[in-house]
């Protein structure tokens, strides 16, 4: 039997949604998400915003990929440096630039990033997975002791970046999937984050998230019949493996 048909889609999980309810962060009431509510929600997950930033600026970096000159370790000696000296730096720079290719391979190929949004935070609260590639990012974050839902974040270069924080409405297109229309919040413009947008989609429950995922998914998001943002993920059963056993500490 197909993953496809065995599985429920992540977009599925969504739908409940489309009538308004779900459960909000910080207490029980069942209530259409507002801005305001989202905007907490998302200021409560500072630990989260660090990683977004940090992410970004690799972003930045590997995108324009660093300059050739930084990468070269041959050549004399620089003036007043004795041999031994010189071989040292030589060595160090070598060993820099390993780490930086390994790192910059990880970001070409898209690689997924485990931890808790918030800080402090309980064991299984707020438990979080990234998956970050030169498209941009993908987030799911959530829960805590008292919320069962989830926040699916999608960060790229051509998501816009408003001055407000704001509600909007987007189309969700995910693999093997019709389109749907659904509510999100667009993330205010933010310098740490250089070039990137980000559109945050409330999910009414962790559960039905994870078992939306499949191990390779594309997800594309238009806002007034125009394409903002394209990503595949891949490992995502992987992904979701570790963030049931984030959970299970609860």
Known sequence: MSERIRRPALAR??????????????GLTAAPVNAQDMFGALEAQGAFTSQQQYAASLHE?????????ERNSG????????LE?????????????AERDAEYQRWLEGSWRFFQSREPAEPGEFCAAMFQGPQ????????DKSWDGALLMFTGDDIPKP?????????????GEPPVTIRAYNRARDSRMNTLGTLVIAVPAMDAALAGMADEQEFALSMGGREVFRMSWKNGLQAAAELRNCLRER
């Open 61 to 69: 970096q590997f995108s324009r990929r660093y300059d050739a000159d």
């Open 136 to 143: 941009g990012m993908i987030a799911l974050s959530g829960v």
């Open 163 to 175: 001055r407000r924080f704001g509600e909007v409405t987007v189309r969700l297109t995910q693999t």
């Open 13 to 26: 999980a969504l739908i409940p949604y489309l009538g308004g309810a779900l459960l909000i962060a910080g």
């Open 85 to 97: 000296e010189a071989n040292a730096l030589d060595a160090a720079i070598r060993e820099r630039n």
């Open 75 to 82: 050549g004399p000696p620089p003036p007043g440096l004795t």
